[in-house]
């Protein structure tokens, strides 16, 4: 099981580091990658058009701006995608980036997560890997009792 974490720019990775730190966690194998749509589109086309060849399951990519990373992926390869926009210095508040990835045409799914959700974007993608392996299936409900207990613990440490 491998999941490949891919970024627009080195200026992402704050964000992204995120969901590299949570699939190390639970023990997954991380490929990462800078990929540009724009800068270095003939890069775009080998990783998206083999990631599935190098025995990766999920993608998750990250891109702020007009954030064309993740739905480029998506429209070459055979595998999930999960995207997540990032707030960056060109951006419009985030929104440009939220919506580039969210309002993908028909037959092209990105999954999308919150702005500067890559947590999230490991975790969903920890999910899609574990509905097949009964492993990673009860280490994420171990995970999920321990957000619970977590709530719990404080609930109580109020009254």
Same mark, same amino acid.
């Given at each position: ?7 627009? #720019? &080195? ?42 060849? /190098? ?13 064309? +990373?993740?739905?480029?992926?998506? #429209?070459? #390869?055979?595998?999930?995608? !999960? ?8 951006? &419009? ?7 580039? !990835? ?20 490991? =975790? +969903?993608?920890?999910?899609? =890997? ?6 990673? +299936? ?8 321990? =957000? /619970? ?8 440490? !109020?009254?």
């Amino acid at each position: 099981m491998k999941i490949a974490v891919v970024m627009g #720019s &080195i200026s992402d990775m704050p964000v992204m580091q995120d969901a590299i730190n949570i699939i190390k966690e639970f023990g997954v194998e991380v490929e990462v990658d800078i990929v540009s749509a724009h800068r270095t589109p003939e890069k775009l086309v080998d990783f998206s058009s083999n990631a599935h060849k /190098r025995g990766v399951n999920v993608i998750i990519a990250g891109a702020g701006g007009a954030a064309h +990373l993740p739905g480029m992926v998506a #429209s070459m #390869s055979p595998l999930p995608v !999960i995207g997540v926009p990032v707030k960056s210095s060109n951006s &419009i508040d985030g929104w440009d980036s939220v919506l580039s !990835i969210l309002q993908m045409p028909g037959g092209v799914p990105v999954a999308t997560v919150a702005l500067n959700g890559a947590k999230n974007a490991g =975790l +969903l993608a920890i999910q899609i =890997l574990g509905s097949q392996n009964e492993d990673l +299936l009860n280490k994420m409900v171990d995970y999920k009792n321990g =957000l /619970r207990e977590a709530v719990l613990k404080a609930a109580e440490s !109020i009254k």
